[in-house]
């Protein structure tokens, strides 16, 4: 089993700035890939920004320059820097994992933090 805690979620006001954190725990022998995906309501699910082992990041053209993606692999965490925020970055954010176990991928999420940007 594994489980993703999910963390830093909250209202804040625009310009404001937040961190999201995703520790993973369980039956993980190696994490490949970590990311924040978003869904507003009555939108779908989108990438919001993804970091590989090696440090290599991807980030959706909207929070380029805003968002920073990170990793602690010791801790097999994931952290997510938003600054500047905007209304528009209103959503319930979501953790995936791709990891291995006993040499099989598996791809996991996380149950989601709320983020509000509002005045």
């Known amino acids: 089993q594994v489980q993703l805690v999910e963390s830093g979620g909250g209202l804040v006001q625009p310009g404001g700035s937040l961190r999201l954190s995703c520790a993973a725990s369980?039956?993980?022998?190696?994490?490949?890939?970590m990311g924040w995906y978003r869904q507003a309501p009555g939108k779908q699910r989108e990438l919001v920004a993804a970091?590989?082992?090696?440090?290599?990041?991807d980030y959706r053209a909207s929070v380029k320059g805003r968002f920073t993606i990170s990793r602690d692999n010791a801790k097999n965490t994931v952290y997510l820097q938003m600054n500047s925020l905007k209304p528009e970055d209103t959503a319930v954010y979501y953790c995936n994992v791709g990891y291995y176990s006993d040499y099989i991928p598996y791809d996991y999420w996380g149950r989601g933090t709320q983020v509000t940007v509002s005045s």
């Open positions: 369980g039956s993980i022998d190696s994490i490949y890939n």
């Open positions: 970091i590989t082992s090696g440090g290599t990041t």
